[in-house]
């Protein structure tokens, strides 16, 4: 695919990156007026979800049973896990309802429990946006490029008891959307950051009913991407705010019987960052929220909503989502996803289905709009290739299958007392 750039190039591809509003760029101080609402953000693509699992289910993922892709919403869920080592690979095309064919998303993430309470773990996202043709503003080429962000972090989870689990995760983040060409006077260059997810889990394991059928209740809370401005130019007066998120999420799994599994989820996130307010700047022509640093606009970002209270609410995004497995080989998956009209309005149903065996599983996603907000991923698919190994190097793991039933561990505490023994 191929663009056609005017001097506004980086303002421009800056939009193309964004998920569901616009993205200003370096040397933009102008907010407009339609979009004083919206909480803007560089580098969005850190929030997009990566997996086809919990896309499948409204984008929730904080308190749903452990896989992979758990480093993207709560890493210390791992802390739980049963598997010796875990991988997944997935892969999000971008634009797909546009007939775009070169833009896509792809996500490598992996986790390897060294102890029985510990859990080390790294993911590599990467966001390619095709190739670009520059122009000036007569139309002549001032060559192409292709711009391209990914992040790289690296965490370590550790159960602290038997129900409560932390995790902490670092993470490199770089952003090259247009290096080569000019802002004006200023040679735009590849945007660095640095950010860091703090995370904690709350799981208990339980009997319900008459019957005493297995369940599972978890919740989750996460902040993620806390960290450094980034900006594209070396004397960049503005730095912009990278997405740092406020995640809270509950999840209750019910087994009626060993082939049937259901479970029930809802996540609340909310962006800690300045609210833009139109006019807030004073002589030197900065918005005033941007001149904040990253630590001060988590803080302010709380109760800084030009409409109060009621505005600030409006702020949380709602995901709700459920699953049902049929005897751990095939899954189901249905869910909702909500954003105020007023910041961003991103609505839509999405559906999935996932099918495992042995050490092997494969899920697809697929989102279905429901609001007047276009999405990237309107009408598109997702896939992940996941892998979970029950042992590495001949080393077992103490704990039984994540599933509240896992069929790959039959072996109970008993009878492996009395292998011992033998």
Known sequence: ???????????????????????KAQGTSTINSALTRVVNTAVPFLRIVPDARGGGMGDVGIATSVDPNTTFYNASKLAFAKKKLGLSLSYAPWLRALGITDIYMAHFTGYYKISKNDVVHTSLKFFS??????????????????????????????????????????????SNLASGQNLGSEPIRAGNAFGADLSATYNLDMTVGKKKMKANFMAGVAITNMGTKIAYTSNAREKDFI???????????????????????????????????????????????????????????IGDAPGGFKEEMREWTMGIGTEYWYDHIFAARLGYFLEAKDKGNRRFVSAGVGVKYSVFGLDFSYLIPTGAARNPLDNT????????????????????????NDKTDKVDKATRKKLKTK
């Open 381 to 404: 698919f997702r896939f992940t290739l996941k892998f979970d190994f029950a042992k590495l190097g001949g080393n077992k793991t103490n704990d039984e299958g994540d599933d509240i």
């Open 1 to 23: 695919m191929r663009y056609i750039l005017r001097p506004n190039a980086l303002f421009t591809v800056l939009l193309i990156t964004c998920f569901f509003t616009d993205i």
């Open 129 to 174: 946006l095709g190739n670009i043709e520059f122009t000036d503003a007569g139309g002549n080429s001032l060559g192409s490029g292709n711009p391209r962000e990914l992040a790289f972090d690296a965490g370590y989870s550790r159960k602290l008891s038997k129900h409560f689990a932390l995790g902490v995760a670092f993470r490199y983040i770089y």
């Open 243 to 301: 997405p740092t998120n406020f995640g809270l999420g509950v999840g209750f799994r019910l087994q009626p019987n060993k082939y049937h599994e259901w479970g029930i989820y809802a996540d609340f996130n909310k962006l800690l960052v300045p609210t833009p307010k139109v006019g807030d700047k004073d002589s030197n022509n900065i918005p005033d929220f941007k001149e904040q640093s990253s630590f001060k606009g988590i803080f302010t970002s």
